[in-house]
């Protein structure tokens, strides 16, 4: 009896990986793409995504969030639900357009960052403070009375 199975390849390049070849199909279906219509690649250079810390205690939801070189007045921060929206805009230093460039990633960027808050809270009394690039946005808890009610049975 013949078995059928997968092609082995030993040597230098390893064992054989059946994801190789796809992989390969997509990097070649991508540089098409390209070649056909240049300047339409996705691109992330102009999006960034801060770095969130979320801490629970005993009567606050505190989140921070790292988000360099951003003014307060280009930050927006919202509550829907159990969910705290942080989005914000980065503007560069001039406006003035220069063409001499050897190397430019310093440019407009924004981010949108959602977090999924870990009690509900209380849009009054919240505040929130950017001090040296770290925003902190404390959130008081909801004055729930028992999380946890017994049903009786009749």
Same mark, same amino acid.
């Given at each position: 009896?013949?078995?059928?199975?997968?092609?082995?390849?030993?040597?230098?390049?390893?064992?054989?990986?059946?994801?190789?070849?796809?992989?390969?199909?997509?990097?070649?279906?991508?540089?098409?793409?390209?070649?056909?219509?240049?300047?339409?690649?996705?691109?992330?250079?102009?999006?960034?995504?801060?770095?969130?810390?979320?801490?629970?205690?005993?009567?606050?939801?505190?989140?921070?969030?790292?988000?360099?070189?951003?003014?307060?007045?280009?930050?927006?921060?919202?509550?829907?639900?159990?969910?705290?929206?942080?989005?914000?805009?980065?503007?560069?230093?001039?406006?003035?357009?220069?063409?001499?460039?050897?190397?430019?990633?310093?440019?407009?960027?924004?981010?949108?960052?959602? !977090?999924? &808050? *870990?009690? /509900?809270?209380? =849009? %009054?009394?919240?505040?929130?403070? #950017?001090?040296?690039?770290?925003?902190? !946005?404390? &959130? *008081?808890? /909801?004055?729930? =009375? %028992?999380?946890?009610?017994?049903? #009786?049975?009749?």
């Amino acid at each position: 009896m013949k078995k059928v199975g997968f092609p082995r390849r030993r040597g230098l390049l390893g064992p054989w990986d059946p994801f190789e070849e796809i992989r390969r199909t997509q990097d070649r279906l991508n540089e098409l793409f390209d070649e056909i219509s240049p300047g339409t690649e996705l691109s992330t250079d102009n999006v960034m995504a801060p770095l969130i810390d979320v801490e629970e205690n005993e009567n606050n939801v505190v989140v921070t969030a790292d988000i360099p070189g951003i003014n307060k007045e280009d930050i927006d921060i919202s509550i829907n639900d159990d969910m705290l929206q942080i989005t914000g805009k980065c503007q560069t230093e001039s406006e003035e357009k220069n063409e001499n460039y050897i190397h430019r990633e310093r440019a407009y960027s924004m981010f949108s960052r959602a !977090v999924k &808050l *870990p009690a /509900s809270v209380q =849009e %009054d009394g919240a505040t929130a403070k #950017l001090e040296n690039g770290v925003l902190k !946005v404390t &959130l *008081p808890k /909801s004055q729930i =009375e %028992d999380k946890e009610k017994k049903i #009786l049975i009749e």
